[in-house]
Nanobody, 119 residues
Framework: VQLQASGGGLVRAGDSLRLSCAAS????????VAWFRQAPGKEREFVGR????????EYADFAKGRFTLSRDNAKNTVYLIMLSLKPEDTAVYFC?????????????WGQGTLVTVSS
């Protein structure tokens, strides 16, 4: 099983980015996918999650109204669209997958993609 996060980069405050999480080696439609982030010197925090068919999503308070999750099961990919980025959004973003949408833990993790937002 492999989760490949991509799409990070260096952007300016107010810009947008779309992160992708491409999965392989698992039955993608059986899995919910979540995004987490970890800023330098800080603990990892939950960003949001989407259920197996995209019908349900949940976001951390800081992500509501700015971040949107979607998935394309034909491409085994989940997208995290981030708008109006702020310097405090700078972090390594990780995707994770689990069969249980409400699970507090996740079976599989990707390697992370770095997002840097300059002021």
């Amino acid at each position: 099983v492999q989760l490949q996060a991509s799409g990070g980069g260096l952007v300016r405050a107010g810009d947008s980015l779309r992160l992708s999480c491409a999965a392989s080696g698992l039955r993608f439609t059986s899995y919910a996918v979540a995004w987490f982030r970890q800023a330098p010197g800080k603990e990892r925090e939950f960003v949001g999650r989407v259920n197996w068919n995209g019908a349900y999503t949940e976001y951390a308070d800081f992500a509501k109204g700015r971040f949107t999750l979607s998935r394309d099961n034909a491409k085994n990919t989940v997208y995290l669209i981030m708008l109006s980025l702020k310097p405090e959004d700078t972090a390594v973003y990780f995707c994770a997958a689990d069969k249980d949408y409400s699970s507090p833990t996740y079976d599989w993790w990707g390697q992370g993609t770095l997002v840097t937002v300059s002021s």
